[in-house]
């Protein structure tokens, strides 16, 4: 009624970014490595609002691998959205921790491991400055 995005759908948009970062890491949020079936379910979800943003308002959302554990990361992001003139807005940010953990398919069971190799190998930790000056 207020005309702004539901704060919900902050989640939804951090979760589709999640999504994409696997996806470009060549796996998915739900994978097989050697017959092994992993999946990522979060333990911790937070976001914090400094603007709010409007229906068909155009933005973008960042990824950054804050850490990384033997069976867990912390992403955080960043959302901002272009305004007339070419500066950026922080809308707010967020972070997901999420734990990895193997699938029984027969029991639906889940166990906390250790972030398989192949994938640990291809995460870089981020940068933690979401809006480094080029200048310096």
Known sequence: MAGIVHFSNYFRYMEAAEHDFFRALGYS??????????????IHVEC???????????????????????RSIRYVFEFTKLVPGGEKIRLGQGSIVAVCVECD??????????IPHEIACLIQRGSRDPHPNPAG
């Open 48 to 70: 914090r609002f400094s603007h709010p943003l409007r229906f068909e308002d155009e933005f973008e959302i960042r990824l950054l691998v804050d850490e990384i554990r033997r």
């Open 105 to 114: 398919p027969a029991s639906g069971g889940l166990r906390p491991v250790e």
């Open 29 to 42: 949020i739900v994978t097989r490595i050697g017959g092994r079936q992993y999946g990522w379910p979060r």
